[in-house]
């Protein structure tokens, strides 16, 4: 009902920033919530940030908070992670998921997206 297609990724330096991008197609984009998620090759997928339908309801793990910043913009059916003062570690493939509501839980996400590279370098 929903695709997904990430964008934005690449290469910078740490203490840098990026603006990633989530085009949606399909179903009513606004009536989703959606979410951040990445993936550091051999680790586990790991929520970034999610925010709700309306946009008045944004969650973080704390990994990311106050560095990240999650929005949307429903009329272009798109939504970003503004990601600053990146770090090494922040490296990861990212994707971005559409749910009912929001959640941290990856098996609630009902649509996902192929990810986008980021990479963070000293």
């Known amino acids: 009902q929903v695709q997904l297609v990430e964008s934005g990724g690449g290469l910078v330096q740490a203490g840098g920033s990026l603006r990633l991008s989530c085009a949606a197609s399909?179903?009513?984009?606004?009536?989703?919530?959606m979410a951040w998620f990445r993936r550091a090759p051999g680790k586990e997928r790991e929520f970034v940030a999610a925010?709700?339908?309306?946009?008045?309801?944004?969650i973080y793990a704390d990994s990311v908070k106050g560095r990240f910043t999650i929005s949307r913009d429903n009329a272009k059916n798109t939504v970003y992670l503004q990601m600053n003062s990146l770090k090494p570690e922040d490296t990861a493939v990212y994707y971005c998921a559409a749910a009912e509501r929001v959640t941290v839980v990856p098996g609630r996400y009902d649509y996902w997206g192929q990810g986008t590279q980021v990479t963070v370098s000293s």
């Open positions: 399909g179903q009513t984009f606004s009536s989703y919530a």
């Open positions: 925010i709700s339908w309306s946009g008045d309801n944004s």
